[in-house]
């Protein structure tokens, strides 16, 4: 076994006790400090008794030298600041998503953890979760074939948030989703976004995203907060096959069909489209035994093995950085009624 590595939390509101608690579980770390302005909160996170130290200066916690890492889980517009102060001091850092509140804040702390040597990860947890790593693997190992489309769909009755619509509160679990899953990452040449606010709320309470995937696949999210029925569905229909992702079912969570539709002609004009006969596959369904396992329990122990492997992580502020780019792409082509609008390539810059 090799040495625990030492992390300290930063921010114990409403999720960095999920955090604390993950660290504290793993075999890979040595949990040293809980840090949040208010002390109350970080004591309460840890408990009576605890050997986990509390801090409330970022920068006294960042200048100890028994801290190898630290997770950032304080409010969106706090996080770059936060990991550009920690990368600056050698920390290793995994930020909860978003990676900061602007695409240029988030390409400077990519840049910035490239030029420390250091590894800087987001913490995008749904891919951390059996059913989507299981997705993952499939989708690489060619099993559902070519990608024709995905459709996702998460509504419920959500709080209509006071700083963001429902596009950035709700499509970047779905948009970080189809970057882990999409081979070579979430890199659409287009968005389209329509959104309806039928309550007056001033932003979008119902939105629509579509994107061009590779070759002539498409991508379509559905995001609302004003369903009374809860739905987390992702359908990925392959050449070969489809696989049915329903979060809410977990008996079931993940199903492939071996069912479709093949066209038997290749038609090249509509003569010929007209002629083609259309066969339908009627084959199995399977439903893949997945482990139960909570996703932050994985996401730390990758965390871990990025910084032993000297590798950057499964999803890493790269990833974090395309989610932010098409989320903006969403945001203007919604100003511009549905316009199909590509999304700025940051990392570019950066390579
Ligand atoms: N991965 C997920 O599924 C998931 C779920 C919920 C929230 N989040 C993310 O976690 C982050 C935190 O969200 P939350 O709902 O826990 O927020 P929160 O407001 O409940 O908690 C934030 C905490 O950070 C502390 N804080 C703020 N600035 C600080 C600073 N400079 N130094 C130290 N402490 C500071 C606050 O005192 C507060 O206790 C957000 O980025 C959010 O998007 C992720």
């Given at each position: 076994?090799?040495?625990?590595?030492?992390?300290?939390?930063?921010?114990?509101?409403?999720?960095?006790?999920n955090l604390v608690r993950n660290f504290r579980d793993s075999v890979d770390w040595?949990?040293?400090?809980?840090?949040?302005?208010?002390?109350?909160?970080?004591?309460?996170?840890?408990?009576?008794?605890?050997?986990?130290?509390?801090?409330t200066s970022v920068d006294r916690l960042l200048a100890r030298e028994d801290v190898d890492a630290v997770a950032i889980a304080t409010p969106a517009r706090t996080h770059a600041p936060i990991a550009l102060r920690a990368l600056d001091a050698g920390k290793h850092v995994?930020?909860?998503?978003?990676?900061?509140?602007?695409?240029?804040?988030?390409?400077?702390?990519?840049?910035?953890?490239?030029?420390?040597?250091?590894?800087?990860?987001?913490?995008?947890?749904?891919?951390?979760?059996?059913?989507?790593?299981?997705?993952?693997?499939?989708?690489?190992?060619?099993?559902?074939?070519?990608?024709?489309?995905?459709?996702?769909?998460?509504?419920?009755?959500?709080?209509?948030?006071?700083?963001?619509?429902?596009?950035?509160?709700?499509?970047?679990?779905?948009?970080?989703?189809?970057?882990?899953?999409?081979?070579?990452g979430l890199v659409p040449r287009s968005v389209s976004a329509t959104g309806s606010d039928p309550l007056?709320?001033?932003?979008?309470?119902?939105?629509?995203?579509?994107?061009?995937?590779?070759?002539?696949?498409?991508?379509?999210?559905a995001v609302n907060w004003l369903s009374p029925t809860k739905i987390r569905q992702f359908v990925i229909g392959g050449s070969r096959r489809t696989l049915l992702w329903d979060?809410?079912?977990?008996?079931?969570?993940?199903?492939?069909?071996?069912?479709?539709?093949?066209?038997?002609?290749?038609?090249?004009?509509?003569?010929?489209?007209?002629a083609a006969t259309v066969s339908y596959r009627l084959g199995d369904i399977t439903v893949p035994a997945l482990p139960e396992r909570e996703a932050l329990a994985t996401m730390v122990e990758e965390f871990a093995a990025a910084i032993r492997e000297r590798r950057r992580p499964l999803t890493d502020g790269r990833a974090g950085l395309r989610v932010l780019s098409v989320l903006r792409a969403v945001s203007e082509s919604l100003e511009r009624e549905g316009s199909p609008t590509r999304p700025a390539q940051p990392e570019s810059a950066l390579v």
């Amino acid at each position: 076994m090799s040495q625990l590595l030492r992390v300290a939390v930063i921010g114990a509101g409403y999720w960095g006790p999920n955090l604390v608690r993950n660290f504290r579980d793993s075999v890979d770390w040595d949990l040293m400090a809980v840090c949040d302005l208010d002390e109350s909160r970080a004591r309460r996170v840890i408990g009576p008794r605890s050997t986990v130290e509390v801090e409330t200066s970022v920068d006294r916690l960042l200048a100890r030298e028994d801290v190898d890492a630290v997770a950032i889980a304080t409010p969106a517009r706090t996080h770059a600041p936060i990991a550009l102060r920690a990368l600056d001091a050698g920390k290793h850092v995994v930020v909860e998503k978003p990676l900061a509140d602007n695409s240029d804040a988030a390409a400077a702390m990519v840049a910035a953890a490239d030029e420390a040597g250091r590894v800087l990860m987001i913490d995008h947890t749904y891919c951390y979760t059996p059913a989507v790593q299981y997705i993952r693997k499939v989708i690489a190992e060619g099993v559902l074939g070519e990608l024709l489309y995905v459709d996702s769909v998460r509504i419920n009755l959500g709080l209509v948030q006071p700083d963001v619509d429902v596009f950035w509160d709700l499509a970047p679990h779905d948009l970080s989703i189809l970057d882990f899953i999409l081979p070579g990452g979430l890199v659409p040449r287009s968005v389209s976004a329509t959104g309806s606010d039928p309550l007056g709320a001033g932003k979008a309470c119902v939105g629509y995203l579509s994107m061009p995937l590779a070759r002539d696949g498409i991508a379509h999210v559905a995001v609302n907060w004003l369903s009374p029925t809860k739905i987390r569905q992702f359908v990925i229909g392959g050449s070969r096959r489809t696989l049915l992702w329903d979060d809410l079912n977990p008996a079931q969570r993940v199903s492939i069909f071996d069912r479709g539709v093949d066209l038997n002609t290749q038609a090249r004009d509509a003569r010929q489209r007209e002629a083609a006969t259309v066969s339908y596959r009627l084959g199995d369904i399977t439903v893949p035994a997945l482990p139960e396992r909570e996703a932050l329990a994985t996401m730390v122990e990758e965390f871990a093995a990025a910084i032993r492997e000297r590798r950057r992580p499964l999803t890493d502020g790269r990833a974090g950085l395309r989610v932010l780019s098409v989320l903006r792409a969403v945001s203007e082509s919604l100003e511009r009624e549905g316009s199909p609008t590509r999304p700025a390539q940051p990392e570019s810059a950066l390579v």
